[in-house]
Every structure is written in structure tokens, then in C-alpha cells.
T-cell receptor, first 115, second 112 residues
Framework: GAVVSQHPSWVICKSGTSVKIECRSL??????MFWYRQFPKQSLMLMAT?????????EQGVEKDKFLINHASLTLSTLTVTSAHPEDSSFYIC???????????FGNGTRLTVT | SQQGEEDPQALSIQEGENATMNCSYK?????LQWYRQNSGRGLVHLIL?????REKHSGRLRVTLDTSKKSSSLLITASRAADTASYFC????????????FGEGTQLTVNP
């Protein structure tokens, strides 16, 4: 089945640094990828929709300059958390859409801890 | 924004029992999906039910959809300890494409 690889699975960084998270579709092309954020014992909150070859679409309340998204190819989207703060600590999950009307495929998530 | 509400928030049962989780939503949908998430992991797709369908089965899973009540239920029969996880419903609307809105989730614990 379709596989989405997310890397790294966990990262610890210091306040003020930037962290890049990669999301790859391994065996299908994904023109659209989605980035979610999940706090402990809560649901997934959509942060942005990543579109190959164009700018990402951010959800209301998500700072586009803080959460930089790049979707440079049909198999790779990256999320960069810039100038990270402890409140950015969370679980970040990506998903990718393959064929139209097919279920989304999710990466295994990245646990970000900002100290 | 989250439009789905799920109940119960947490459910604890014994192995072999059935588990039923409910999901309600607010706007018109194209499809409703159920996902499973093990602790600290990504989501695994379980089943998709289209807005013109009322019931769907997959192995030990049974999903119902009542669009008049804007609600869905997920039934897991003959539960196993390995079914312990969080379960989320997710909806996509007529104009949202693959953009999903997730419910709050139900934490299921199956005790051996």
C-alpha cells in the first residue's frame, strides 16, 4: 500500500533554532500534502495545505512566516519551524493524497521538543 | 477547525466485548472516514463511508452513517487488547477535497 515517510521521528532543539521536518510519499505522487499539529490527548489540527509548485494554504491562526512549507516536488514536502519556542513543542503529522477520492496516507509523525 | 465531536472520550472494555464509538459533525459531507492512532504514531486509515451509504463492514469493523442526524458510529466486535488506540472520525466536505476535519477522538482501552 501507499507509504508516507516522515523524518525525523523525534527532535529536540533549543529555543530560537529552526527545525525542518520532511514528508515523503514513497510510492506515489502527491500533488497535495497536509500538515497537522497534535497536542497530547487532543485531536489533529490542520495547519496548512501544501501544494506542489505553489504556495501553501495556511489555516486561520497559523503563522506562515513561522511555519515555512515547501513542496518542491511531487514526493516531498517540508515543514520548517523557525525560531522555535517551547510552546511549539508538539507532535507534527503530515499526510498525502494520492488518487482522487482515495484515503489520505499519514506519516508516523514527528515529536518536537523545544527546550 | 474541528467540527466533529466524538463520544465517549474514553472507553475501557474487556477483551471479547464490543466497542462502539460515535461521531457527530455539523456540515454536509462527501465522505466520512475512521482512523486509528496508536500512541505517538501516525494515523492508520480504517474505513471510508460515502455520504450515500448507510452501513459498511470491514472485518471486525462496522460503520454506520446517518446523514439526517449528521452522525456516524464505529463498532469493533470481539475486541482484542491490540485494538487499544485512539480512534478518530474525519469528514471531507463538498468543497474541501482531501482536506479533512477530524473529530476529538475516542481513547479505547481493551483490557486483556
Amino acid at each position: 500500500g501507499a507509504v508516507v515517510s516522515q523524518h525525523p521521528s523525534w527532535v529536540i532543539c533549543k529555543s530560537g533554532t529552526s527545525v525542518k521536518i520532511e514528508c515523503r510519499s514513497l510510492d506515489f505522487q502527491a500533488t497535495t500534502m497536509f500538515w497537522y499539529r497534535q497536542f497530547p490527548k487532543q485531536s489533529l489540527m490542520l495547519m496548512a495545505t501544501s501544494n506542489e509548485g505553489s504556495k501553501a494554504t495556511y489555516e486561520q491562526g497559523v503563522e506562515k512566516d513561522k511555519f515555512l512549507i515547501n513542496h518542491a516536488s511531487l514526493t516531498l514536502s517540508t515543514l520548517t519551524v523557525t525560531s522555535a519556542h517551547p510552546e511549539d513543542s508538539s507532535f507534527y503529522i503530515c499526510s498525502a493524497a494520492g488518487a482522487v477520492n482515495s484515503p489520505l496516507h499519514f506519516g508516523n509523525g514527528t515529536r518536537l521538543t523545544v527546550t | 477547525s474541528q467540527q466533529g465531536e466524538e463520544d465517549p472520550q474514553a472507553l475501557s472494555i474487556q477483551e471479547g466485548e464490543n466497542a462502539t464509538m460515535n461521531c457527530s459533525y455539523k456540515t454536509s459531507i462527501n465522505n466520512l472516514q475512521w482512523y486509528r492512532q496508536n500512541s505517538g504514531r501516525g494515523l492508520v486509515h480504517l474505513i471510508l463511508i460515502r455520504s450515500n451509504e448507510r452501513e459498511k463492514h470491514s472485518g471486525r469493523l462496522r460503520v454506520t452513517l446517518d446523514t439526517s442526524k449528521k452522525s456516524s458510529s464505529l463498532l469493533i466486535t470481539a475486541s482484542r487488547a491490540a485494538d487499544t488506540a485512539s480512534y478518530f472520525c474525519a469528514t471531507d466536505g463538498e468543497t474541501s477535497g482531501s482536506r479533512l476535519t477530524f473529530g476529538e477522538g475516542t481513547q479505547l482501552t481493551v483490557n486483556p
